[in-house]
């Protein structure tokens, strides 16, 4: 049985984004894709966005910009925020839901990371689910329903339940890693796990 | 002219243990050790301790375990919390002035993050400098020095106004990094300004 990668993570965050750009070079391992509300975690654990702190603020627009160097990707700070990313990861679990989900996620957030559109716009979800070739009409219609919802709530109170305190939280069966900088050691952990 | 790389750091801080285990293997660079008192950035700058947050704290030791493993170092979490440094990182200072630095700083470390000793005890002081056959009586005279007093604040001081809200907090040229994890980041800082 292949070693699987749960991922949990928002699309308000940075450093998820950064993280959600290498999960496939990690090898050949299943990745559970966890959307979770970041605000819902931080709320649950007493925690504070890093970028409320204005020298670490400052600090993390410097490291963002080394690591997308670093990995070669395109990146930009969002220029809105907070942003409520409830519709968001509710899309994603309607895509998960559905079978679409690889078709929608990188969107997502590329247009947050890249393109500093703004999630909590349903305008501009819409916008992002037809460049998809996706039912927006439908799709958008779903993230209402009650399973969406409790899906969502469900993956953020897990998530805390498991320990996490931020986002990226990713976990190698009950082994945590928070962020970005901590893939080698989830490389080196679902290595081990899938000999 | 060599690169150079300045490391502000505190005692009480495992991660700058951490970071300090690597800097020698950064290459043939200049390393200019700048103590600074930890609790006085935090205030400085409104920023917490990441363990006043608990969850983030239970990650925290298995973090730390991983680091160590991966540096091939020893580590234990000193069980003695809050410490006040103030004592320790001025002899450091006196250390440096008095050109003891190297028989001193990697003793001050060890006590602190494997022999779990209180670094805020001058007589824990005084058996460290005794080991390390240093003239004890003179040196923890002079950690009562107003220019050694001031050389801490000093130190401090500059961190905050350069940017720093924690420790490490590591210095190539006018680009700062923070953490230990930052190190591959800051070796190719160091590579690109020795050039």
Same mark, same amino acid.
């Given at each position: 049985m292949s070693a699987k990668l749960e991922f949990f993570y928002d699309y308000v965050s940075p450093y998820s984004y950064m993280a959600n750009s290498q999960l496939e070079q990690l090898g050949d391992f299943v990745i559970d894709y966890r959307p979770m509300f970041l605000g819902g975690v931080m709320k649950a654990t007493g925690n504070q966005p890093p970028g409320m702190l204005l020298p670490r603020l400052a600090y993390m627009l410097h490291d963002l910009d080394r690591w997308a160097r670093h990995y070669g990707i395109a990146f930009r700070s969002n220029s *809105?925020?907070?942003?409520?990313?409830l519709a968001a990861l509710r899309l994603a679990l309607v895509a998960k839901r559905d079978g679409c989900f690889d078709r929608l996620h990188q969107r997502l957030f590329d247009a947050m990371? *890249? $393109? $500093?559109? $703004?999630?909590? $716009?349903l305008a501009v979800l819409r916008e992002i689910l037809v460049a998809a070739g996706l039912d927006a009409d439908a799709m958008l219609a779903a993230i209402e329903d009650p399973d969406i919802k409790a899906a969502l709530k469900t993956n953020t109170e897990e998530a805390v339940a498991r320990g &996490?305190?931020? &986002?990226p939280t990713m976990f190698v069966g009950d082994e945590m890693f928070f962020g970005n900088d901590r893939l080698p050691f989830v490389r080196a952990a679902l290595e081990a796990s899938g000999r």
């Amino acid at each position: 049985m292949s070693a699987k990668l749960e991922f949990f993570y928002d699309y308000v965050s940075p450093y998820s984004y950064m993280a959600n750009s290498q999960l496939e070079q990690l090898g050949d391992f299943v990745i559970d894709y966890r959307p979770m509300f970041l605000g819902g975690v931080m709320k649950a654990t007493g925690n504070q966005p890093p970028g409320m702190l204005l020298p670490r603020l400052a600090y993390m627009l410097h490291d963002l910009d080394r690591w997308a160097r670093h990995y070669g990707i395109a990146f930009r700070s969002n220029s *809105i925020f907070p942003q409520n990313t409830l519709a968001a990861l509710r899309l994603a679990l309607v895509a998960k839901r559905d079978g679409c989900f690889d078709r929608l996620h990188q969107r997502l957030f590329d247009a947050m990371f *890249i $393109d $500093d559109r $703004d999630l909590s $716009d349903l305008a501009v979800l819409r916008e992002i689910l037809v460049a998809a070739g996706l039912d927006a009409d439908a799709m958008l219609a779903a993230i209402e329903d009650p399973d969406i919802k409790a899906a969502l709530k469900t993956n953020t109170e897990e998530a805390v339940a498991r320990g &996490a305190f931020g &986002a990226p939280t990713m976990f190698v069966g009950d082994e945590m890693f928070f962020g970005n900088d901590r893939l080698p050691f989830v490389r080196a952990a679902l290595e081990a796990s899938g000999r």
